[in-house]
């Protein structure tokens, strides 16, 4: 039987108004993801630009937030 291989990047993108409705609740979601990641992996969030700030994502570390018009994506480090 093969082992279970943690994964070196992930994506996350939920629909727009679901992070505009609960952005705590997608921070959750992307923390949870994170903490599965491999030493040195990444996690991509994609979400509507303005709805997560740098400052409300500390919780996940070292963060490198990107806008591309009305979107930000978040490149997220795994948890070492």
Request: hydrophobic share 40%.
């Amino acid at each position: 039987p093969s082992q279970a291989v943690d994964p070196d990047l992930m994506f996350l993108d939920p629909p727009y108004e679901q992070v505009q409705r609960d952005p705590a609740g997608c921070l959750d979601l992307a923390s949870e993801l994170q903490a599965r990641l491999a030493a040195g992996g990444r996690l991509v969030f994609h979400f509507p630009r303005g709805v997560l700030t740098e400052k409300g994502l500390e919780p996940l570390g070292a963060v490198d937030l990107r806008h591309f018009g009305g979107a930000a994506v978040a490149l997220i480090r795994g948890k070492t």
